[in-house]
């Protein structure tokens, strides 16, 4: 064997020495496995269609109850609107829905008698926007007489109310009058003011009625 050959010999012995050490260094690789499929969940069934005998007809809405209002009468332009008690009592006032010049309701007037004895004969409730000047009150004047103001009590969602109390003198006016007004000042416009009408057509002959019904 010349050299060449035993070199070589010993270079391929040497390759293969060192191939047979790597395989058993290399650890046997891991086996694989297949990732089970996750079956898919089970559907709830379709609910079955109704048939149409048992389909719901609903239960009527009683909107008289106790706390409700309902007009009893209507005199002229007022309404004579009363409110359901539990004990019958059911008190009335007497109503009217004011409107500005193009017929947009601004206000809501409410006028009742009250008991003999007092300083004021009748009584009545004003109710404005919630946009209105409070600190600017409520001006109420019949026909051309003598204005007065009146001082707001409380707001609420539906608008601001202010309590009005009449002398007897007053509702004789009032008895005996065409129309009044009533102004505000909105909240907006501090320097205008809103002016509507209270017609008092009716207005004697729905407070005599009103009053008769509550027994004053």
Known sequence: MTRMTSLIAALLALTLATAAVAQEATPPAAPVTETP????????????????????????????GIGSTYVEAKHGDWEQRCVRTEDGSNPCQLYQLLLDATQNPVAEFSVFGL????????GATAVVPLETLLTAEVTLQVDGGSAKKYPFSWCSPIGCVSRIGFTAEELAALKKGNAATLTIVPVQAPDQKVVVKISLKGFTAGYDAVNKSNGN
């Not at 069934?45 to 009527?60: F, I, K, N, R, Y």
Request: charged fraction near 15%; glycine fraction near 8%.
């Open 115 to 122: 008991p003999a004895g007092g300083q004021a004969a009748a």
């Open 37 to 64: 499929v996750p079956a898919a969940p089970a559907t709830a069934e379709t609910p079955a269609v109704p048939s149409v005998d048992d389909l719901p007809l609903g239960t009527p809405v009683i909107e008289d």
